[in-house]
């Protein structure tokens, strides 16, 4: 049963501190979302790979977010320092990419994050 | 600046009726659109989606409807079930998918 893997599942954490969220996508997949869920923005695109290399991050605020691919089956988003606002559940999503392909993605469950 | 819009944050519908999602998007190079259910606790699920090049998509219960002139899409679910009470988001798709903001649905018995 292919599915996509996040960990933490839930972390609760200090003003300050530095949060690091892992994703595994399912195999053979070469594109990978992150996501950050929010009631007022909905699901918002953080950042996004193809096989590996980031295409775009502009959803990200650059100054405190990074999100990297050490390899295909590990992707991790790094929050340094977190600030209260953080406060969102987090979604990683793998998929085939392919322009006009109807380009169907899988989340995984979500990483549940308070900063407090 | 919001590319895909879902105006409606909820909606209430009776068990058996119909139960229609509205979705509006000011980008017409989009390829492709999908609708993914969200339950609580759980990442969305993808739904149906439907290529810019139609106008009407049917699975089951489930037809989405596509109007460019209108840059407008909509889910129907036909009948409505309770199991179908979920969060909706529509997407678009260029390259990458872009999300609405989400509707809130719930059937009631």
């Known amino acids: 049963d292919a599915r996509v893997t996040q960990t933490p599942r839930h972390k609760v954490t200090e003003m300050g501190q530095e949060v690091t969220m892992r994703c595994q996508p399912i195999?053979?997949?070469?594109?990978v979302f992150w996501y950050r869920q929010t009631m007022m923005q909905g699901l918002e695109l953080l950042a996004y790979?193809?096989?590996?290399?980031?295409?775009?991050d502009s959803g990200m605020p650059k100054d405190r977010f990074s999100a990297e691919m050490p390899d295909a089956t590990l992707a991790t988003l790094k929050i340094q320092p977190s600030e209260p606002r953080d406060s969102a559940v987090y979604f990683c999503?793998?998929?085939?990419?392919?322009?006009?392909?109807?380009?169907?993605?899988?989340f995984g469950e979500g990483s549940w994050l308070t900063v407090v | 600046d919001q590319q895909v819009k879902q105006n409606s944050p909820s909606l209430s519908v009776q068990e058996g009726r119909i139960s229609i999602l509205n979705c509006d998007y000011t980008?017409?190079?989009?390829?492709?659109f999908l609708w993914y259910k969200k339950y609580p606790a759980e990442g969305p699920t993808f739904l149906i989606s439907?290529?810019?090049?139609?106008d009407k998509n049917e699975d089951g219960r489930f037809t989405v409807f596509l109007n460019k002139s209108a840059k407008h899409l909509s889910l129907h679910i036909v009948p409505s079930q309770p199991g179908d009470s979920a969060v909706y988001f529509c997407?678009?798709?260029?390259?990458?998918?872009?999300f609405g903001t989400g509707t809130r649905l719930q059937v009631f018995p």
């Open positions: 195999l053979g997949h070469n594109t």
């Open positions: 997407a678009a798709e260029t390259d990458k998918l872009i």
């Open positions: 790979f193809r096989n590996r290399a980031p295409l775009d």
């Open positions: 439907i290529s810019s090049i139609k």
């Open positions: 999503a793998s998929g085939l990419g392919h322009r006009g392909g109807g380009n169907t993605i899988y």
């Open positions: 980008n017409s190079m989009f390829d492709y």
